[in-house]
């Protein structure tokens, strides 16, 4: 069984950073493709940013482009999601997902083989 363990989420005011973590179980880092959605209230999960097994593909949902860096850590079974410059509009529930499809889905409804629980980020103006 595959687990993802989120962490990181807070409150920040805008123009704030926040970097956000997600730990895979196992010994099965590898082999999955990694990404973050989010979900703001009343919206549907939408995709965020996702980076390939062998870390050399990346896509990004074009509103934080520039603003989010996701990368990941291979010795640490870990996938990071950089935000820098938020905006009001990035708050949500971020989740980290991992699946063997590539690329990941990015058109809504959001899916994936495995989800994280959930973390928090909220931003004020």
């Known amino acids: 069984q595959v687990q993802l363990v989120e962490s990181g989420g807070g409150l920040v005011q805008a123009g704030g950073s926040l970097r956000l973590s997600c730990e895979i179980s196992g010994r099965t880092f590898s082999t999955y493709n990694m990404g973050w959605f989010r979900q703001a209230p009343g919206k549907e999960r939408a995709f965020v940013a996702s980076?390939?097994?062998?870390?050399?593909?990346?896509y990004y949902l074009h509103t934080v482009k520039g603003r989010f860096t996701i990368s990941r850590d291979y010795a640490k079974n870990t996938v990071y999601l950089q935000m820098n410059y938020l905006k009001p509009e990035d708050t949500a529930v971020y989740y980290c997902a991992a699946d063997q499809d590539w690329p990941m889905k990015m058109s809504p409804p959001a899916r994936a083989t495995y989800w994280g629980q959930g973390t928090q980020v909220t931003v004020s103006s």
């Open positions: 980076i390939s097994r062998s870390g050399d593909s990346i």
